[in-house]
Structure formats: C-alpha cells, structure tokens
C-alpha cells in the first residue's frame, strides 16, 4: 500500500514537465526587432524554422525567428537583388520561394520567383509574365492589377493571388507557374471579389485543406479621416487547388487606433496561424497568433469567377 501511494505522487510529477509543454502557447503578440520593420513575407517550414524577410529598399536578407521566445535565430544574406521582395513559400523539401513579384507601378517586366534552400544554399529563379497583361503600366490606373503580394507552394506549383489598387474594383487574380526554375508564362486560373480588401499575404495548411490570405483596405471618411480594416480569409471544403471554390469564413485582425498594415500569415499548428504587422508608428512590427477558421463567412459574400470588370 505504502508503494502505490509513493507512486501516486510519484506519477503526478513526471508527467508536469510534459503536460506543461504540450499546453505551451506561443504569445498572442511578439515584438519583432528593428531589423524586421518592413517584414512582408513569412513561412514556417517543414523542419518547424520560421523564416521572414522584408520588402523593398531593403537589403536582400532572409531571417530565422523564434517566435515563442522572441528572438531573432540567424540572418542570410543572398547574392540576388531584393527589388521588391513580397511573400515567402516553403515545399516539403524545406525549399524557401521568394516572391520578388512587387509591382506597385504594374510596369515590371523581370517578376521572379527566388529559389533557395537554406540546408544546401543552392540559390536558383523562376522568370514569369502575366498572360493578360499587355502595357507596362496599364494606361487606365483602374486596371492596374499585376501587383503581388501573396505566394503558396502546392504540390508541384507556386499559385499568386494579385493585389488589386484601391482605386481598382477588388478582384484578385489567382496565377500558377511551375515550382521550378525556369521561364514562364503564368497561368490565370481563377480571381475573387473581396469587398473593401486588396490581398497582401497568403498561406496553406500543412494538411492542404486551408487555404488563407490577408487583406485590407485603406480609405478616407467625409474625405479626412483615416479608415482601415484588415482581415483575414480562410477557405475550407474546395477541390485541389480550386482555393476559392469553398466555404470562406472571415476573421477581422486586431488594430490600434486604426488597423495594421499585415503583409504575411503562415500556420503555426492545427489550431492556429500566425499574422505579422509592419512597423508604422505608433504601431510596432510584430508577430500575432489568431485562432483557426470554425464555421464559414457570414459577411460581405465574395464573388469568385473570371471576370475583371472595372467597378
């Protein structure tokens, strides 16, 4: 009898360090250091490294943070340029994509997709050019929508969704091209209507059945007071890579005065993502974790199919 008691204290001790773990949750916000201010793009990869970088006007650097303790891991810089680096993607082989598909004047004709594997340091491009885009830029401002800002690899190809102009009419294009180097015509797949959001960011699940991309809007009431929302979209139940073709559930993201300017998203774990910020005073960069999609949208209904229309 005496045994079974010890053991029952015993027991309860061994297994705290554990349960403590398991139950560990990364922050609902983590400072990023001043080397990340202008952070666009995020991926965490297979191995669990959580990988960033920053757009335009800065130099061409890949970061490695850890975002449960809220520290900065590593810094590689690469021997390419960062003209307008805007999203970053992982495959299952711990390949990092580096979108340098920025494109606020819609006049780029060297769009490139970066291809580099932190393991080996192999450094190779994709080439792409948009099927539907013949002036560089646009001469109506309207049509200006061969901007990007959100990369995902699936399978064996990187699909990017355009970020429309706030004077546009809110379509999102969704483009494919080949995972691997080379030089290529993309194709257009599909596009999306997202009410009062231009698309800054996306991300899959691991398991592939969630698709999610970042959006927000940024305005004027009564023609002098700042406006804006950000979001976040999540697509379940579609076929393949028909990302848009399923049940879609909106989630507004936390703000200050006036939203956040979110730029990348990637999942953390099964039952949360994470969303980082830019840093622009009086808000700070910074890391978020928000809760996992739990039942489709409600609001402001999106409209998918091919159609372009100026509003």
Request: charged residues 25%; contains cysteine; proline residues 6%.
């Amino acid at each position: 009898m005496r045994f079974f008691f010890r053991l029952a204290l015993v027991i309860p001790a061994l297994c705290l360090p554990f349960s403590s773990f398991s139950q560990k949750k990364i922050p609902r916000r983590t400072a990023l250091p001043a080397v990340l201010k202008e952070i666009s793009g995020m991926t965490l990869t297979p191995s669990g490294d959580l990988w960033m970088l920053n757009d335009s006007k800065n130099p061409p650097e890949l970061f490695r943070f850890d975002a449960e303790a809220g520290k900065l891991l590593e810094t590689r810089r690469l021997p390419v340029p960062n003209r307008d680096w805007e999203d970053l993607a992982a495959d299952h082989k711990g390949n990092l994509y580096i979108g340098d598909v920025g494109n606020n004047r819609n006049a780029r004709k060297d769009l490139r997709i970066y291809v580099y594997n932190p393991a080996t340091e192999n450094l190779d491009s994709i080439l792409l050019r948009y099927p539907d885009q013949k002036e560089f830029a646009p001469s109506n401002p309207r049509d200006w929508n061969f901007n990007c800002e959100a990369v995902v690899f699936f399978r064996d190809s990187l699909h990017l969704f355009s970020k429309n102009n706030f004077d546009g009419n809110f379509y999102t294009k969704h483009y494919v091209v080949p995972a691997k180097p080379g030089n290529y015509v993309a194709e257009l797949r599909d596009s999306i209507l997202l009410k009062n959001r231009v698309v800054t960011g996306a991300a899959l699940s691991r398991d592939g059945k969630t698709f999610s991309l970042t959006g927000y809007i940024i305005g004027k009431r009564f023609g002098f007071l700042p406006y804006t929302k950000a979001s976040v979209f999540y697509f379940t139940d579609f076929k393949g890579s028909d990302f848009f073709h399923g049940r879609q559930m909106r989630k507004r993201l936390p703000k200050f005065l006036i939203a956040r300017q979110y730029e990348s998203i990637t999942q953390w774990d099964d039952n949360c993502w994470l969303v980082a910020n830019e840093g622009k005073k009086p808000q700070f960069q910074a890391v978020w974790r928000i809760k996992n999609h739990k039942k489709p949208q409600s609001d402001d209904a999106a409209t998918s199919g091919l159609s372009f229309k100026s509003k």
